[in-house]
Structure formats: C-alpha cells, structure tokens
C-alpha cells in the first residue's frame, strides 16, 4: 500500500506566497505567517493559472480525480490530496501526513427543508472527517509542510477542533503539540482528543482571542510552527471541501452556500475554491457564500453593517456555541472578500435559534455540533427576508460531528440549556424538539405504555 508514485512536478502547479495587503511576494513566511512589511496575512497564489500557457486543464482533471477515487495509493485515497493539482505541492509525496481526510458526504435535508421553506437543501458534513471537523482537510497540508521544513514542535491557540486536528497530524507525522484554549471554554469531547493525541494542553485563563496574542508572541521567539488558520497551507486544504462538493454535485454549483463564522478561516477558503474553479473553468458560475455568526459573537455582522468591511470592529465574544465564540477574527479581510466577489450575505442568529436549528439538523438524522447549526438558523432568516429563494438550491456546510458536544446536547434535551435566560415563547417552541430521556420501572407494562404515549403524542 506504499505510494512509490511521487506527484510529478508541472509548471501551473508552482506556488507564491502573496500578502494579501500590499501585494509583495515572499519566497518564505515568517514564523506567525504576516507581511514584514505591512504586517496583513500572506496567501498562496499560483501565478501561471493567470496566464493562458500552463493553465491546470479543467476536463482533463475532472477525469483523473474520479479515476483516482478507486485507486488504492495512500494520496488518491485522501479527499484532500487526490485534488493535489489545485495545492502547493509538498515536497516528493512521502512527507505528507494523511489520515484520509477529506471524502465527507452530501446529504439531502428533508426536514430542514421543509421548515426553512425551501426545495432543495443539502448538508456536506465536513464533520466526518477523520478528528470529526473541517479542520482535518487544511491540517493534512499544513502539518505536512511543517513535517517538510524539519519543525519537532506544532502549536495552535483553539476552541477546541483546531487542536484536535493538529494534535492528531502531529501526532502521524512524529511531531510535538502544543496547544493553547481558554480556559472552561471548550467541550469535553475536543480537550479529550487533544489529549488522547498526545499534546501538551495549556488551558489559559482567558478567551480564544486571548489564547491567540499569547501564542503569536511564542512563535515569534520559538521554533515551534504555528497551525492556526493564518497559516496559509490549511486554507489550501480547507479548498477541497468545495471542489469535492462541486464533484459531487456534477460541476454544477449550488445558488447558495451558507458557512458558520468564526475565525473566517474556512469562509475565506471555501471562496477562493469557488473563485479558482471559476477561473479555471471547473464550473461556470459562483454560487453566493453566505456567513452565518451567532449574535453573541458578530464582528463579522458589524463590520459589514457598520462600515461595508472596510476596518474590523472587534467584540468581546459570548455564544453557547463554542467554536465560534471569536471576537476578533484573523481572517476577516479574506472574508469580506468573498462576500463581495460571490454576492453573499452576512446574518446573525440568537442561542435559541442556534440551539432549535440543531436539534432540527438532529432530527433529519444527521446532527452536528452547536457552531454548524448557525448555517440551518441562518437560511430560516435568509429565506424570511427573501435573500434566499424558496426554489433556489441551498448547501450548508456542517462543520463539526454531534459529538463533539454531548453536553450542550443533553441540556437542550433535558430543558437545562435556557433554563432561567429564556421566556415562555423559546419554551414552547424549544419543547417540540426536546427529547429528554424517560426513565421507568424495569417492566414491560411501562415500556409499552411510553410506546403507546408517545406514538398517540407523535401522531397529533
Ligand atoms: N465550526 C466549527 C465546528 C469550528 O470549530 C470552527 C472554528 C468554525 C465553525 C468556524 O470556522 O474559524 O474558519 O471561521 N474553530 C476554530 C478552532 C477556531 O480553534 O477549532 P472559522
């Protein structure tokens, strides 16, 4: 099962690392991955995909990437790497660390979309990936370049499925983890990877954007390679959940595609896919990228209402919803960006709508975790104020696994999660989807009388 094939080195394939600021090209970045001379973030660019000589050949590679998904090589079989012509190439093949990443399905959501009002909506589950987030298909690419330049440590400032996904990379590729969360602040299910994957877990007293002024100070005086997703190479990665969705969809795009908001890491990459594969002719027209943030942390939402993304407005962040509890994102520039260029909006969601929508993902039979469910809550509101067309076909993208999250879960379900905050109206409208468990005598009367209670409650 060794691959001895080393990916053949082409001409279009070569890669810049560009400031997206003021342009300048950089042959290396620095260690927290900012211009030294205007100090914005660098993103890769492949300068001869402008050109009409050595441009990737769209037809060509749609043949070969399907050929590729019965191949039995260690790179065709990731999600990430059998699309290795629209990446930076890593080295001779042999360095990269690949756990199969990438290969997440689409689903239909019936359910959903009936409550939404719309006709066609699916979900690309990029939470069954292998650490069960999105993060493991920018994480193959960019752990495998610090694995390449000859790093012995990884570190990341995380909510928690960053340092999932590093830990579990480094881990493959026979590096040290270091890993910075706030402290009380991520879900059990994500620290416990990150433990079980070996890294050195630091829970700081402060929030994520606090986590994150420490750890640019670190690498600055360490040689330790920074992961998070200023690091241009996960975004690459991150790239190929829109060309496997487009696969998937016969080249056809979507209208809509609705991403949550945090760090803007994943927003920014899932455009520029979108934006290349234009360019490139893989498909013929953009859908709108839509982003989705929870009320309590919205400075994507005020930076475009207040002043049309011209200069971040920062918060001071508090949602339920972990993952995306950001007040300050890194990556708000590129995201801008893309809203501007694909037509897409921004909208925030309440706790209650977060929480209702993902027991609603929940009840379609697939779930995922709280941050997800802001795309689902996010649509209701797109579709009420007509942004979204009841005929137009919708993909939201589900970034994290139901279970990275039992707890938020269990209390949704059990009523504990609004308790005390919410009024008479949330209730109501909660307790339609609230499945606590029933706990019972150990006899078959009881059984068979919840039976009956509750197909005569299901059937009204
Ligand atoms: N959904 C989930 C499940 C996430 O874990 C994150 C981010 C997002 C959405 C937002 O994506 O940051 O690219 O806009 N989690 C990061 C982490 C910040 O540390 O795990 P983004």
């Known amino acids: 099962m060794t691959d001895h094939t080393p990916p053949r080195f082409n001409p279009e394939h070569a890669s810049q690392l560009q400031c997206i600021g003021c342009g300048r090209l950089h042959k290396k970045a620095e260690q927290n991955f900012r211009c030294q001379d205007c100090g914005d973030l660098l993103e890769i660019v492949y300068p001869n995909w402008d050109g009409s ?12 990437w399907l050929q590729r998904r019965t191949s039995g090589l260690r790179l065709d079989q990731s999600g990430v790497w059998r699309f290795r012509e629209m990446l930076p190439i890593v ?28 006709q066609q909506l699916y979900a690309k589950h990029q939470g069954m990936n292998p650490t069960g987030s999105f993060k493991d298909t920018g994480m193959t690419v960019a752990a495998s370049v610090a ?33 910075l969360i706030p402290e009380g602040k991520v879900s059990w299910g994500k620290l416990s990877q990150a433990l079980d994957y070996g890294a050195v877990t630091c829970q700081l007293k402060t929030d994520f ?15 330790v390679y920074l992961l998070n997703s200023v690091n241009p190479y996960r975004l690459e990665g991150q790239k190929t959940a829109a060309i496997e969705l487009m696969e998937q969809f016969d080249w056809q795009p979507p209208d809509h595609v609705i991403v949550p908001g945090g760090n803007l890491g994943n927003s920014s990459a899932l455009g520029k896919a979108f934006i290349e594969m234009k360019k490139l002719g893989f498909i013929s027209a953009l859908p709108k990228i839509s982003i989705i943030q929870a009320a309590g942390a919205n400075p994507l939402v005020q930076t475009m209402r207040e002043n049309g993304g011209k200069q971040l407005i920062s918060v001071k962040a ?25 037509g897409g909006t921004v909208e925030q969601v309440s706790e209650v709508e ?23 809550a996010g649509v209701k509101k797109l ?15 589900l970034t994290g696994h139901l279970l990275k999250d039992p707890e938020f879960t269990l209390k949704f379900h059990r009523g504990d999660l609004f308790s005390r905050s919410e009024g008479e109206k949330e209730a109501v409208i909660l307790a339609a989807q609230q499945r606590a468990p029933i706990v019972l005598d150990a006899t078959v009367d009881a059984v068979i ?12």
């Open 53 to 64: 000589g050595a441009r990737p050949d769209a037809a060509a590679l749609k043949a070969v």
């Open 318 to 342: 508090e949602t339920a919803a972990s993952a995306i509890r950001i007040g300050s994102p890194a990556s708000w520039k590129k995201a801008v960006r893309v809203l501007q260029v694909t």
């Open 209 to 223: 954007d606090g986590c994150m002024r420490v750890l640019n100070e670190v690498v600055q005086r360490m040689p």
């Open 449 to 460: 009388r919840t039976l009956n209670e509750a197909d005569d409650r299901l059937e009204t």
């Open 383 to 397: 579709v009420r104020q007509g942004f979204v067309k009841s005929g137009e076909s919708v993909v939201l993208i």
């Open 91 to 118: 080295g001779d093949g042999q360095q990269v660390i690949t756990l199969r990443e990438g290969n997440t399905p689409v689903y239909e959501m019936p359910g959903c979309a009936s409550i939404a009002g719309l």
């Open 147 to 179: 694995r390449r330049e000859g790093f012995r440590w990884v570190a990341c400032a995380s909510t928690g499925n960053t340092s999932a996904s590093m830990a579990a990379y480094g881990a493959r590729g026979g590096m040290r983890s270091l890993v």
């Open 354 to 376: 977060i929480a209702l929508a993902k027991a609603e993902i929940g009840a379609d039979g697939i779930g995922c975790e709280p941050a997800s469910a802001v795309t689902l």
